[in-house]
């Protein structure tokens, strides 16, 4: 009776350690299930912008179904206005492609990729850069 008792003292306060490293290893994983959520969740968004910014250079040919300086000027800040509507102040919007033989425009997007701690990286780049390829639009 008494060896029992004496091994229950031994054995007494030994599983709060192991509690502790369970609960970390639960909460880092935790962490690194949100951190990878956020990260796709920036990539559907950022993708989503591209394509409305293409989108409204691509609609801006006028009735001719041609697009000139003035209406993709035009086109192109309106889409910049949206695409930062969207993502904040700090994406960055650009036409980089206009092929009329084609009818097709390719726009591209970045913007920072969202961070769930302040001093943590991230998983993969700091910015998300997404192309669209949309194809003009005529009204006919």
């Keep these: 009776m008494a060896e029992a008792a004496a091994s229950r003292e031994a054995e007494r306060g030994s599983g709060v350690l192991g509690l502790c490293f369970g609960v970390l290893g639960f909460l880092g994983f935790l962490l690194l299930a949100t951190q990878i959520a956020m990260s796709l969740y920036a990539n559907t ?3 989503g912008a591209a394509l409305d910014g293409g989108r409204i250079v691509a609609r801006a040919a006028g009735a001719d ?5 003035g209406e993709l000027a035009s086109a192109r ?3 910049e206005r949206r695409v930062r509507d969207l993502l904040g102040e700090a994406a960055r919007f650009e036409v ?3 092929d009329l033989a084609a009818d097709r425009i390719t726009v ?3 913007a920072p990729r969202p961070r769930l701690l302040l001093g943590g990286g991230t998983l993969g780049s700091d910015t ?4 669209a390829e949309v194809r003009l639009e005529v009204l006919q």
């Design 96 to 98: 980089t492609g206009v």
């Design 128 to 131: 998300v850069t997404r192309h």
């Design 65 to 69: 179904g041609v697009l000139g300086p």
């Design 108 to 110: 591209s997007v970045q």
């Design 77 to 79: 800040s309106a889409a």
């Design 45 to 47: 968004v950022v993708s």
